[in-house]
């Protein structure tokens, strides 16, 4: 199908509304469903006249990449910003290029795939799949692109990171594909109207995907509120449950905590130390690992009793309860969550960084818990706390061996 004035424009305007309209997710970059769509569609299914020829070969994705290009520009320039433009352009016309060249790979029967989409005869079937295909390999690209990235820059494992962020975007981005493939093959008996027609769905998935961030964004602000009441109050060291919660996270996933978890076990990392409000003598530097057990059964019983008052919070106040509670007791009843020992570790070396001198504060810490483990740690949060400290530079490999040879 040769990409005329008309289909163009209607191409460029709805991708223009796409840019404009896009899924904000707290901490990762923005997605663009609708525009994304409609480029993969453009590319599979329409191509830049050629002289002669028929509008299969490369120079075919002239048009397609450049209404992309223009739709990101254009939003750019109405907007008076350039935030973003670098990676907002790559992801419009890496979109209509990746999905583009799989289009126009030659088969074994010698024709491409933008020629059955054209014609697709008694192989209907088929080119629905393989356009499925080539839509959900372009949609994925961005996803692992950034997935790597941000493996590097946190330096996790690339695929904890690409799990994460499946776990964030691999829904929409399966509407956008699936949307894709069905409006290239409807744009040769529809024409542009399929682009309007097809995307009305997936333009209310998005707004459902919006207002589910945006509550998901709220209650983590609340979270980050109640954390910082215990800071404010100079109950404990300032930034401690953040501290706690940034570090948990990577650990229980190295435990094997599921990602579907992984948001409990950041709650109960922020809000393990609510209980301190309830104490009539504070602890000095709110450093709970230096009062007695039974004081430190006390105020995560307390916290978890003020959890427990709150609908959205009561989920987490028995993992908060237990979080007091050490690992020999844990073992003993067996139904103590992993979030729990993870962020009964992680909090207890927090506190022992923060209260050592000199260039050793992480071999210092870690040898105290580990001359406490089993009785009062969990051995394989320990370990897994040392696997991540040196995987983030915070522990030499050297210095890790030495320590677990002494545990």
């Known amino acids: 199908m040769t990409l005329t ?14 840019e404009i309209w896009r899924v904000a997710a707290p901490g990762a970059v923005r997605d663009a469903p609708l525009a994304q769509a409609t480029g993969i569609a453009a590319a599979v299914s329409t191509a830049w006249p050629a002289s002669g020829d028929p509008p299969v070969g490369l120079t075919g994705l002239l048009g397609p990449a450049s209404l992309a290009a223009g739709a990101v520009l254009t939003v750019a320039l109405a907007r008076r910003s350039t935030a973003g433009l670098g990676p907002d352009l790559a992801r419009a016309v890496g979109t209509v290029l990746v999905a583009g060249v799989l289009a126009r790979v030659t088969g074994p029967d010698g024709s491409t795939l933008l020629e059955g989409t054209a014609r697709p005869g008694s192989r209907s079937g088929l080119v629905a799949l393989l356009l499925l295909s080539v839509a959900v390999a372009t949609v994925a690209v961005p996803v692992a692109g950034r997935s790597v990235l941000r493996a590097r820059a946190e330096r996790v494992s690339v695929l904890a990171a690409l799990a994460d962020d499946l776990g964030r975007h691999g829904l929409l981005a399966l509407a956008t594909a699936s949307t894709a493939a069905v409006m290239a093959l409807s744009m040769h008996v529809l024409g542009p109207v399929a682009l309007v027609l097809f995307l009305v769905p997936l333009g209310v998935l998005q707004t459902a995907v919006s207002r589910q961030r945006t509550i998901r964004a709220a209650q983590r602000q609340t979270l980050f509120a ?44 922020l809000l393990h130390d609510v209980g301190q409000v309830g104490l009539r003598r504070p602890v ?8 007695s057990p039974r004081d430190q059964r006390r105020i995560a019983g307390t916290g978890a009793a003020i959890l427990a008052r709150t609908a959205q919070l009561s989920r987490v106040a028995a993992a908060v309860a237990d979080v007091g509670l050490p690992h020999h007791r844990a073992v003993a009843r067996g139904d103590v969550l992993p979030a729990a020992r993870v962020v009964r570790v992680v909090s207890a070396y927090d506190d022992l960084v923060q209260g050592a001198t000199g260039p050793d504060e992480p071999v210092e810490a870690l040898s105290r818990l580990l001359r406490s483990t089993p009785h009062e740690y969990d051995p394989e949060v320990v370990e897994a706390l040392v696997r991540h400290l040196v995987r983030r530079g915070r522990l030499t490999s050297s210095a ?8």
Do not use: F, K, N, S
């Open 5 to 18: 004035v008309g289909t163009a424009l209607v191409v460029l305007a709805v991708m223009i509304l796409g």
């Open 226 to 269: 109640l954390a910082r009441l215990t800071d404010q109050a100079g109950l404990t060291a300032r930034g401690h449950a953040y501290r706690v919660a940034t570090l948990a996270v990577p650990v229980a996933r190295e435990v094997g905590v599921p990602d579907p978890d992984l948001a409990d076990v950041e709650a109960v990392a």
């Open 284 to 291: 000095p530097g709110g450093a709970t690992v230096e009062v």
């Open 400 to 407: 890790a061996d030495r320590l677990t040879r002494v545990g």
